[in-house]
C-alpha cells in the first residue's frame, strides 16, 4: 500500500495536484504555466509586426505602381503630341506644295520650243528692230539664183570687199523653214571679213553693198550655200538668212 499510495501521490503532483499555496505544478522541471505565458506574451507582437509591415510594403507596391501608370501615361501623351505635331507640319507642308504647284501650273504657261533671245544693244540710228531675233518663214517656189530682199534699210556706210563686218543672223532651210543656226541663240553678234572667201558664197556676194544697220534676207541655191552633201552635219540644200550688219570696218 504504501508502495503504491507513493507512486500516486507522485504522478498526481506532476499533472498540477498539490495542497493549495503551493508552487505551481511542472513537467520535468519546468513551469507550464510560465511557458504558456510567454509563448502568448512572444506571438502577439510578431504578428503585429507582420502585419504592418505587411500594409508598408502593400502600400509601397501601390505607390510604384501609380507611379508606373503615371510614367506609362506620361510617355504616351509624350508620343501622342509628338505624333501631332509631325502629322500637323506635313499637313501644312503638303498644303504648301499643291499650292505651288498649283500656281506654278496656273502661271507658268507651255515654254516655247525656241526660247526668245535677249533684246540686243544697238548704235544710236539703228531701227529698233534690230534689236530683236526676226521669225523667219520657209520660201516658196524653186530657188535658182541669189535673191536679196531688204527688211529693214539702214542708213550707216555700204558694206566694202575686205571689211570685216559684224552680224546677227538667223539660218532656215528654205524648204520648210526650220533653223539650224542662229547667232542671236549665243547672245554673240558673228564678226568676219567679207568679200573675200571667209564665208559661203552666198554672204560674199549678198552682204557688199548693203548699208550698215540694215536687215536683209538671203535666199541662197545650194551652189552658193553648203551644196547638196549633209556630210558632217552641214546643212544642204537652199537655205534663207536673215542678216543685220550692225558695223563694218
Not at 182 to 203: E, H, L, N
Request: aromatic residues 4%; charged residues 15%; contains cysteine.
Amino acid at each position: 500500500m504504501g508502495t503504491l499510495g507513493l507512486w500516486a501521490g507522485t504522478v498526481c503532483a506532476g499533472l498540477g495536484g498539490g495542497p493549495p499555496g503551493a508552487h505551481p505544478p511542472t513537467l520535468q522541471g519546468v513551469d507550464v504555466s510560465e511557458r504558456v505565458e510567454n509563448r502568448s506574451a512572444g506571438q502577439a507582437p510578431a504578428t503585429k509586426a507582420q502585419r504592418r509591415l505587411a500594409a508598408q510594403l502593400a502600400e509601397k507596391k501601390a505607390a510604384e505602381a501609380r507611379r508606373r501608370r503615371q510614367s506609362i501615361l506620361g510617355a504616351a501623351v509624350g508620343v501622342l503630341a509628338v505624333v501631332a505635331l509631325v502629322g500637323g507640319l506635313v499637313w501644312l507642308n503638303s498644303g504648301d506644295d499643291d499650292k505651288t504647284s498649283t500656281a506654278g501650273s496656273s502661271a507658268s504657261p507651255t515654254a516655247p520650243a525656241e526660247p526668245s533671245a535677249p533684246a540686243q544693244e544697238l548704235p544710236a540710228g539703228f531701227d529698233p528692230a534690230l534689236k530683236t531675233k526676226p521669225t523667219v518663214q520657209a520660201g516658196t517656189g524653186e530657188l535658182t539664183k541669189l535673191t536679196v530682199t531688204t527688211l529693214v534699210k539702214g542708213t550707216g556706210p555700204a558694206v566694202k570687199a575686205g571689211q570685216n563686218i559684224t552680224t546677227n543672223y538667223v539660218g532656215v532651210f528654205y524648204k520648210d523653214g526650220k533653223q539650224f543656226d542662229a547667232s542671236w541663240d549665243s547672245g554673240q553678234p558673228a564678226t568676219f571679213q567679207i568679200g573675200v572667201g571667209q564665208v559661203i558664197k552666198g554672204w560674199d556676194q549678198g552682204l557688199v553693198g548693203v548699208p550698215v544697220g540694215s536687215r536683209v534676207q538671203l535666199d541662197l541655191p545650194a551652189e552658193l550655200a553648203y551644196g547638196n552633201d549633209a556630210a558632217g552635219g552641214r546643212p544642204a540644200g537652199p537655205l534663207r538668212f536673215v542678216v543685220d550688219v550692225l558695223a563694218a570696218q
